[in-house]
């Protein structure tokens, strides 16, 4: 059975710590979906979603095993509908731990056949974090450093 992962995520925007999480995702699992959600017109994001998709798309476009799509369900019901069992997750630090725990308890409670699986961040990848990376963005510093595309 091909083992499937979905790697899910805001990603606003997708930085080089998540690229980290799905090139090594790829010595575990032999597709992973990078999931991008998004909350129907509730949430407003920083980079639009389809810029965004573009851009992920375009950082590996030269590998089969990786896709993107978009969701916004419940992250449990869109794993089950992809054939996926198993989440793929990065770990930076015990804010991530803390939350990442009770999420994966949940997950787990909603389809009981969803493992998560998780990465702890490579050295030199954990301090970044796309919420500080959006305020760089916004006040036009340069963040060109922390993607693995380029933005324009
Ligand atoms: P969320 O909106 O669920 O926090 P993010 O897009 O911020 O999603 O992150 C998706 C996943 O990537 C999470 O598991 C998060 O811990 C992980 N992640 C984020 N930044 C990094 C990083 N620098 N290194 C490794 N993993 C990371």
């Given amino acids: 059975m091909e083992r499937i992962a979905?790697?899910?995520?805001?990603?606003?925007?997708?930085?080089?710590g998540h690229e980290d999480i799905v090139l090594r995702g790829l010595a575990l699992f032999d597709k992973i979906i990078?999931?991008?959600?998004?909350?129907?017109g509730k949430t407003?994001?920083?980079f639009p979603i389809?810029?965004?998709?573009?851009?992920?798309?375009?950082t590996f476009k030269d590998?089969?095993?990786?896709?993107?799509?978009?969701?916004?369900?419940?992250?449990?019901?869109?794993?089950?509908?992809?054939g996926a069992n198993y989440l793929l997750r990065g770990l930076r630090n015990t804010t991530d731990f803390e939350y990442e725990n009770s999420?994966?308890?949940v997950n787990r409670y909603l389809n009981g056949d969803l493992e998560s699986v998780f990465l702890i961040t490579s050295p030199g990848l954990a301090a970044i974090n796309?919420?500080?990376?959006?305020?760089?963005?916004?006040y036009q510093g340069d963040i060109s450093e922390?993607?693995?595309?380029?933005?324009?």
């Fill in 34 to 40: 990078i999931a991008v959600g998004y909350n129907s």
């Fill in 44 to 46: 407003q994001r920083y």
């Fill in 130 to 138: 796309s919420s500080i990376i959006r305020e760089v963005h916004k």
């Fill in 103 to 105: 999420i994966s308890q």
């Fill in 50 to 58: 389809d810029f965004m998709i573009d851009k992920i798309n375009d």
């Fill in 146 to 152: 922390f993607l693995p595309y380029k933005l324009s």
């Fill in 6 to 16: 979905l790697f899910p995520g805001s990603f606003d925007p997708f930085t080089r």
């Fill in 63 to 82: 590998n089969p095993a990786i896709s993107v799509q978009t969701y916004s369900e419940l992250t449990a019901e869109f794993a089950k509908k992809n």
